[in-house]
């Protein structure tokens, strides 16, 4: 049982950081996660509830043959016009709002609840107003290149371009409350260090 710590944290690291593994393990630890990034997979599928919106705002042409989201077309646009990105945000940052708050609402009353938002520092306050806490994963960005070209098989200039368009560290940084830095650990050093703020959440530091 959570005690009388911290109810909703907010999660956030930029890609390559190992927030993913870090928000398993949360839950592992009885965390009750609110995974944006899946809630947006969700409303860019077939027949989730953005395609409709995003084939009036962009054409048929980012839709894929299956009624999905064409990810590939969406994010070179992205790439190369700005304008694109905020547009696509206007559609999605609402509806994601909403289905984050209903699978809040699922949560065992005595559950911490965590939002994985991947995009928490460049949101402004709207994230950092709804929790209670922002959890920080951290590395060097190099570290993060290189873990993403080894998962992805992305090159170089792709993922550059991705961290380009996400917040710096240090703008991460200046949001946070607590940080893991996520360099040289192993996955049970790693998991030590969660541990720590999960208790540090709890009350019981």
Not at 59 to 82: K, S, V
Not at 88 to 107: K, N, S, T, V
Not at 118 to 136: C, F, H, I, N, Y
Not at 154 to 160: D, L, N, Y
């Amino acid at each position: 049982m959570a005690g009388l710590g911290l109810r909703k944290i907010g999660l956030t690291g930029g890609i390559g950081s190992g927030k993913s593994t870090v928000a398993q393990m949360l839950v592992d630890l009885g965390a009750h996660l609110v995974d944006l990034d899946a809630i947006s997979r969700t409303l860019t599928a077939p027949g989730g509830a953005a395609i409709a919106h995003i084939q009036q705002q962009f054409g048929a042409d980012f839709i894929d043959a299956h009624g999905a989201m064409n990810r590939a077309r969406m994010r070179e646009l992205a790439f190369t016009d700005p304008g694109a990105l905020i547009q696509l945000e206007g559609i999605l940052h609402p509806l994601i709002g909403q289905h984050a708050d209903q699978h809040a609402d699922q949560a065992q009353p005595d559950q911490i609840v965590v939002y994985d938002v991947p995009l928490l520092a460049e949101s402004g306050t709207r994230w950092k107003q709804k929790v209670d806490s922002v959890l920080v994963v951290d590395c060097p960005v190099e570290t993060q290149i290189a873990r993403v070209m080894a998962r992805s098989g992305w090159t170089r200039e792709a993922v550059e371009k991705v961290i380009a368009q996400q917040a710096t560290r240090d703008q991460r940084l200046a949001v946070a409350d607590q940080v893991i830095f996520n360099e040289g650990l192993s996955l049970d050093e790693l998991r030590q260090e969660v541990q720590k703020v999960w208790r540090l959440w709890n009350n019981h530091a």
